[in-house]
Every structure is written in C-alpha cells, then in structure tokens.
C-alpha cells in the first residue's frame, strides 16, 4: 500500500481540551489532513480547514464514497450543535466546505452515515438525543427529518443524571443504527426508513447495560457475528452475539484495567483489528491501551496485557487501512502517537509523534 491520508478532529475552543496544546501556544486549526507513510507509520500535516468556521469538529466521518467528509461541531452550550460537509479532494485530500445543518440536540459528539450514503446520523450527547440527516447526491446536508429524544436515568448521579447518547453504529446491512446511551445504561437499536428518511423503535429494541457501566462506544466483529461495546463508567468491555434480527445477547464482560491498578480511569474507544483476532479499547487516567484476543472458538476474550497510549488521556485511536499500524489520539497532551501492531497483537512503540492541539477523533481515507 502506497501512503494515504487521514483526517483528525480536533477540539478549536470550548471542549474538554480547550483548543490549545498543552506543549505549545498553537492553537486548533480544526479539522486536519494528514499523510502516513505507509512503511513507517509517520504522520505528516498536509492542510487543515482554519479558514472554514467550525467550532469543536470532534469527531468526523467518511462517506462510503470517499467523496465527502462529515464533522459534528460539538457545542456544549445552550446553543444546539451542528453538522458540516466537505467535499474531499481527491489529490491531496484538502477539505472544501459544502454547507451545515442544526442537529436541534446539543452536544453532537458522534456522527455515521450508512453503507448507501442516503442518511447521515448524530448522537447528541449533553442534549442526550439523535439527529438524522438525508445526504444529497451532492455530498451536502439535507435539513432534519428526524430527532428522537432519549428520557432518563441511571444510577451514578454525576455521570447518569440523564440521558447522554454517546456514539451510532450502523450495521453493514443498512438497516439498523445502534446508539450507545451513557446515562441511561441502555443500547437503542434503530431501525432506519430511507422512504420517509426515520427512525423507528420498540420496546424489544432496546438493550440494558449493567447499571452504572455507561456504555460509550460500539464495533462490529468482521464476521458480522460478534459485536463489542465499551463501557466508560464501568471501565470495561461487553461482548455480545448478534442476531439475525439484529438483537443483542450478552456473552461476557470484561475490565479493561489491570488488577493492581487503583487510580481513576475511564474508557474511550474500541476497535477490532483488521483480521478480528484482536480487540483494542482505551484508558484515560491509566493512559492505555488494553488488548484482548478473541477466541472465537470459545467465544471469549482472553487479556494479553496493556501498552502505553504515549500520551496522556487517549480519546481515539484507530488502526491502519492495512493493520500494520495502531494511531492513538491523547486529548491531553496533543499528540498522536503511532504503535506497531505486531502478529501476536501486541503493541510497540515507533517514535513516531505528531503535535496536534487537541485531538478527539482519526479517520482514514
């Protein structure tokens, strides 16, 4: 594989991190295109969408096209949030905006689109709602065509004093968009309408989590058997079985931190490796990545230790296009650090660092 290019979302004011790195005075330009060589795993900055008024592009998302690149503008305030646009450059992978769209729920922090490209998704988290978008042929926005509205609690009054959807998972059928639900301990799974451009549930759709756990994010198994949720509050990972009807049946829980750890830590993200052998979450507060492999014989994860995020508070990380390479963005200290994924699923260290204010959020095009 020849280099390709990655885009990360950043912070630029008002999110958790601030906008600014902690090693600098550098300032988050937004939404960033990278280059990474594909034999070293280097990364390089090659534009960056500072002319364009974004606030907290957080997380991003690729359409299935290639074509078009969506970003939330995770607002925390009063003001609703919103989605933005962009037509990706197919040389360089330069970001030209296209147009924008209210979510009506505040605090987008997720954002998906499904296999066709017909509609677009976010998971609202501090107005703890969803917001579905149909997509133009244009790669641009339509106006709102459906907003459900999450109601209640859980039991950590901090963290679970209402609802908080956190991340939308769309199955590779198109049919079923999942919400992780972080205040309330509940998975929703939506099915979606591309006719009247909805969503829709009912009570059997709905799976609860173990109480306090707060489940964050959500990966399908590449054998479209297995999916993997992580648990931010509980610090751990839950496996579960998924049906043909798209139904979630639990399997097993397991914690993401060693057992002599005793400090604070939550989870962030979780990502399968490219051939499923393997499952990767994040620690922020241990500053790690665990790693389990998965046995899919006994339908089990099996512990194989913990690696360094080489930064502090890893809020994503992904692996490479060709699995060579496993990228972790650390919100804290700004920077994304680029590990070995070796045969045996372990993790080392490269030396390869990019500076970069505030990162939430690495995709691949």
Known sequence: MSNYKGFIGTYTQGGLGGGKSKNSNVFSEGIYTVSIDSNTGEISIVSSTKDVDVTNPS?????SSKKYLYSVSEVTS??????TSFEIDEKNGALKFINK???KGIGPCHINSDPSDSVLITANYAGGSVSLFPINDDGSISELSDFKQHEGSSINKNRQEAAHAHSVSIDQSGRYAYVCDLGLDKIFKYEINYEK???SLDENSITNVMPGSGPRHFTFHPNKEKVFVINELGGSISSYDLS???SLNLIETVDTLPDNYNGDSWTADIHTSIDGKYIYGSN??????????????????????HHSSMGETPRNFTPS?????????NQDSSNIATL??????????????LEIPSPVCIKFL
Do not use: C, M, W
């Open 101 to 103: 769209q209210f979510t």
């Open 78 to 83: 009063k003001t609703t949030g919103s989605v």
């Open 244 to 246: 043909t009807d798209g």
């Open 197 to 199: 451009n909805t969503l």
């Open 321 to 329: 296009p060709d699995g060579k390479f496993l990228f972790v963005a």
């Open 284 to 305: 922020r507060g241990h500053d790690s990545i665990a790693i389990f492999k998965f046995d899919e014989s006994r339908n089990n994860l099996i512990s194989i230790g």
């Open 59 to 63: 997380f991003v998302h690729v359409s």
């Open 340 to 353: 070995k994924i070796n045969e045996d699923g372990s993790l080392s260290e490269t030396g390869y660092n």
